[in-house]
């Protein structure tokens, strides 16, 4: 439009009117439209900046939000350290993402690609970034723009968004990943709030400022998603939607999910440390599977039964565990016929012990740390021990094995009695 255009009132747009013209802006998404199980699906792909944008979950914090009735919930709350691991796991794919759009272009040069490095090496790495397909459902049938006889686009009017029916800690994982990158650019700090990356208080260099927006703009344009919505189903559909996906699906066993991962950094030490340690000291035996370390683990690396909210600077911890088991296997109780050092749950207990002296950032106990090492090291694990343990034996039940009795499967009960007998005054005496 020249400026003789503009000047001219009959070009020339009223503020109501402009207001009007802003509210019918819209989304165009080219895809495919089709039908999945006689129901008509629409797919396509967006970028994350997408979305995060152009989604909605209904789930009970929505309602409360908008002032929607429950009835028209349609999905469960966000599990929060989920939604922290696909944070992590999306920050280390958009940043190896990032380099790889870098690679021959201008803006790429060695100092940005090693601030990158840098990045990474913060964040984790993964064998692989792929992040599976989301599924969306709109309520209302939209509109469509022939492409070719394959292809078409869909209109989505402004204010008009998808509703989330598989995918949700994925949005959330992109919503907080976009506000981490958002926060950093603004403000040049690290985010307290961020729970998959490491704070600091003091503001980050230029070099790096540089790469976390290189990482933005990748967020924002250069990395999509899959998606396939379904197309005018109401509240009922939606919901059943969300119990066929999650209910009749067979969930994959954990040791086997344990034996695919390449990402958590405490499976991974077990797998490259500790079961050729177990094995060495053991004859060739490997004595526990993935699952049963992922249990020690928990409580070694982060006092919690599970590992899978594995922090990002997991690999740091590794010198303590590595001292754990180096003094577990290297005890006389190892190989001693009948030991209870072998038992699951004794090895959670002590696990959970050294968390608390060395690894806890709350109520850290260093200062007992001559003593659960040297109650590590120097303990008979006999019925003896269990009878000195309060309220240990009653957590035994009668079995046909060389000490007549094996642990219930109260396990945290077990860790809980054996913990406070680490640090009792009956330790601290057999301590000396």
């Known amino acids: 439009m020249s400026d003789n255009d503009m000047s001219d009132p009959r070009n020339l747009l009223t503020t109501e009117a402009a207001l009007q013209t802003a509210r019918q802006r819209r989304i165009v998404l080219p895809g495919q439209l089709e039908l999945n199980q006689g129901r008509p699906t629409f797919t396509g792909r967006i970028t994350l900046e997408q979305f995060t944008e152009l989604t909605v979950v209904h789930n009970r914090k929505w309602a409360e939000e908008a002032g929607e009735s429950v009835d028209s919930v349609t999905q469960r709350e966000i599990i929060d350290g989920h939604a922290n691991g696909l944070a992590t796991f999306m920050l280390q794919g958009l940043v190896e993402a990032t380099i790889s759009r870098l690679k021959g272009e201008p803006a790429g040069t060695d100092s940005l690609f090693e601030q990158l490095e840098q990045l990474q090496n913060k964040v ?28 078409v686009r869909l209109v989505l009017p402004a204010g008009r968004l998808f509703v989330v029916a598989d995918g949700q800690h994925r949005r959330e994982a992109a919503r907080r990943v976009r506000e981490f990158l958002t926060q ?34 990748t967020f924002r344009s250069w ?5 396939e919505a379904h197309l005018g189903l109401n509240v009922e559909q939606a919901r059943q939607m969300f119990t066929n ?21 405490i499976n991974q030490f077990a797998k490259k440390w500790v079961i050729p340690q177990v094995r060495e ?15 020690i683990h928990g409580f070694l690396f982060l006092g919690k039964t599970t590992i899978k909210s594995a922090p990002y600077n997991a690999t740091e911890m590794e010198p303590v565990a590595q001292e754990f088991w180096t003094t577990i296997l290297g005890s006389k109780e190892w190989n001693r016929p009948g030991s209870l050092i072998r038992e699951v749950p004794v090895l959670k207990g002590l696990a959970k012990a050294w968390f608390y002296v060395f690894l806890a950032k709350r109520n850290n106990r260093l200062e007992k740390a001559v003593r659960v090492r040297k109650y590590t090291r120097e303990s008979v694990f006999d019925e003896s021990w269990v009878k000195s343990v309060e309220g240990l ?7 046909d094995n060389d000490v007549g009795f094996r642990f219930s ?10 913990v406070a007998d680490v640090f009792s005054d009956r330790a601290n005496s057999v301590a000396g």
């Open 184 to 217: 950093i650019i603004l403000d040049r700090r690290i985010p307290k709030s961020a729970k998959f990356y490491p704070t600091q208080t003091d503001p980050i260099s230029y070099a790096e400022l540089e790469g976390w927006t290189a990482v933005q703009e």
């Open 124 to 151: 984790g790495r993964s064998s692989h970034y792929g992040l599976p397909q989301i599924t969306l459902v709109l309520a209302k049938e939209p509109d469509f723009e022939p492409i070719s006889d394959t292809f």
């Open 245 to 265: 996906y999650n209910c009749n699906v067979k969930p994959v066993k954990a040791d086997l999910n344990l034996e695919f991962d390449q990402t958590n950094p």
């Open 393 to 399: 034996g009653s957590h035994t039940v009668p079995a």
């Open 281 to 295: 000291h053991s004859e060739g035996n490997s004595i526990f599977d993935l699952r049963q370390l992922a249990t």
């Open 409 to 418: 499967p109260a396990h945290n009960d077990i860790v809980g009695a054996i």
């Open 223 to 227: 990395t999509v998603i899959s998606f």
